[in-house]
């Protein structure tokens, strides 16, 4: 399995990124998947969350500028990022995950570096 993110970089406060994870060696549709992300000196923490029914969830934080989606058909996921505040630098992670009874299969992309300047 691998899941290759792209789509960070340098942007304006105020500014957009389009943030995406390429899946390969997986059936991507059967797994539920998020954005996660971590600052310098911070825990990583949840970004955004989509269920392979399409449902979807938002950390308080990023609700109404950020969107979370997927395409089953070209196996990625991706992050639409508007309205970027400084504090949402970090690196973005994306990570694909499937429990099925006690057994777990859980992913990360090597992740993406985001930097927003004030």
């Known amino acids: 399995v691998q899941l290759v993110e792209s789509g960070g970089g340098l942007v304006q406060a105020g500014g957009s990124l389009r943030l995406s994870c390429a899946a390969s060696?997986?059936?991507?549709?059967?797994?539920?998947m998020g954005w996660y992300r971590q600052a310098p000196g911070k825990q990583r923490e949840l970004v955004a969350i989509?269920?392979?029914?399409?449902?979807?969830n938002y950390a308080d934080s990023v609700k109404g500028r950020f969107t979370i989606s997927r395409d089953d058909a070209k196996n990625t996921m991706y992050l639409q990022m508007n309205s970027l505040k400084p504090e949402d630098a970090a690196v973005y992670y994306c990570?694909?995950?499937?429990?099925?009874?006690?057994?777990?299969?859980?992913?990360w992309g090597q992740g993406t570096q985001v930097t927003v300047s004030s």
């Open positions: 990570n694909i995950n499937r429990k099925v009874l006690t057994l777990v299969w859980d992913y």
């Open positions: 060696g997986i059936s991507f549709s059967i797994y539920d």
């Open positions: 989509i269920t392979r029914g399409g449902s979807t």
